[in-house]
């Protein structure tokens, strides 16, 4: 069996972290696989570092289109991780003749226009990382079968505990209440400054980190500066050892608008802070309220600062949802159970 990945992405998300997943985990099982991606990119530039074979793609998708339906002609399988890259996939399949897969892991509804139903229209199977994913798409009169995404089991073993005291040190052993994703509309960094303003009025050894990088940045540190909070919010940028900072926190806070997960959060659980996160999307098929995690309303600070105040202040309601959310991950988002997932889904496919 082999398999193309294909994956335009520039920067490095929680999309490129699961194809990494998925790659790793099907070379155990002897798959021959290759990731079609920018040449020079940060996925590229991973791919190379792990020994992964890549198609080295341009961004031109002309070109690509032609470089994709070429080498696809020698793969049984080209699975698309994003939208470009499902674009590509299908518009070299007269040229390569191969099943198009493709997984989406947003949660609103595709365009409404001609080139995109084509598009799905010519893809052999469609792959939601959520019910709600799923349940969109069905809207759309489009069909998929949900794989979740996932995390490592072994996620803990990675953490550095000397970074993590250096991390934690650097901010002075406050409370520390963090942020991580992409600086973008979707993350809505915002949202999440407003309730640092209401927490810090209220509890003064707090301190709020966000991690992540993007076009939002410099509108984002105006903005804590003109709420009165700069002092108080810490822009680290984006980390490589990502599982250091997130293990550094004491609450994980995610503001989204939208997200067909948060693959985030499974790390957060995983790696046991406790997580509160706004009602967005596939976000609550993983935070249950009150048992794995609390749930609040999108866009209410006020609603996200009573949450992280309750975690504070009720030591049996934490270790409650850290157990909870530790087990329910363990159960249902392992990387073990996304690869077999995807393993017997080109097993059918092929036959």
């Keep these: 069996m082999k398999v193309i990945h ?13 194809l990494f997943y998925l790659v790793k985990g099907l070379a155990k099982k002897n798959v021959k696989q290759s990731v079609a991606c ?50 590509i996939s299908v518009a070299s399949k007269p040229i390569h003749k191969k099943k198009v897969l493709y997984t989406r892991r947003v949660d609103y509804p595709p365009k409404n226009d ?24 069905e809207k759309e009169g489009i069909k998929s079968k949900v794989i979740y995404s996932s995390v490592e089991k072994n996620i803990i073993d990675k953490v550095d505990k000397n970074k ?15 942020n991580i994703g992409a600086l973008t509309e979707q993350k809505n960094q915002f949202l999440f400054i407003d309730m640092a303003k209401l927490i810090s009025n209220k509890i003064e050894n707090t301190i709020f980190p966000i991690i992540g990088s993007g076009k939002l940045l410099y509108k984002l540190k105006k903005y804590a500066i003109e ?56 976000v609550r098929e993983v935070v249950i309220n009150e048992k794995t995690g609390l749930l609040v309303p999108k866009n209410d600070p006020e609603a996200l600062c009573k949450a992280v105040l309750r975690i504070i202040e009720d030591e049996k309601l934490k270790k409650n949802l850290i157990i909870n959310a530790r087990k329910f991950v363990n159960e249902k988002f ?18």
Aim: hydrophobic fraction near 40%; include cysteine.
């Design 227 to 282: 709420r009165k909070i700069s002092d108080k919010i810490k822009f680290f940028g984006f980390k490589d050892d990502i599982f250091n900072y997130i293990k550094a926190l004491d609450i994980f806070v995610l503001t989204s608008n939208n997200e067909g997960l948060g693959s985030t959060i499974l790390q957060a659980m995983m790696l046991e802070i406790p997580v509160v996160a706004t009602d967005a999307g596939g």
């Design 164 to 178: 993590v005291t250096q991390i934690r040190n650097s901010l002075k052993k406050n409370i520390i209440i963090g």
């Design 38 to 87: 920018i040449k020079g990119d940060e996925l590229w530039k991973r791919c190379k570092k792990e020994g992964i074979e890549t198609v080295n793609l341009t961004g031109n998708q002309i070109k690509d289109i032609f470089i994709l339906g070429k080498v696809g002609k020698k793969a049984d399988i080209i699975h698309a991780h994003n939208a470009k890259g499902h674009s």
């Design 6 to 18: 294909v994956d335009t992405e520039k920067g490095w998300r929680g999309g490129e972290q699961q």
């Design 334 to 351: 392992t990387v073990d159970k996304m690869v077999d997932a995807y393993f017997q889904l080109y097993g059918e496919v092929i036959k």
């Design 114 to 137: 001609f080139l995109t139903k084509l598009k799905y229209s010519n893809t052999d199977i469609v792959i939601s990382i959520t019910e709600t994913v799923k349940k969109i798409l």
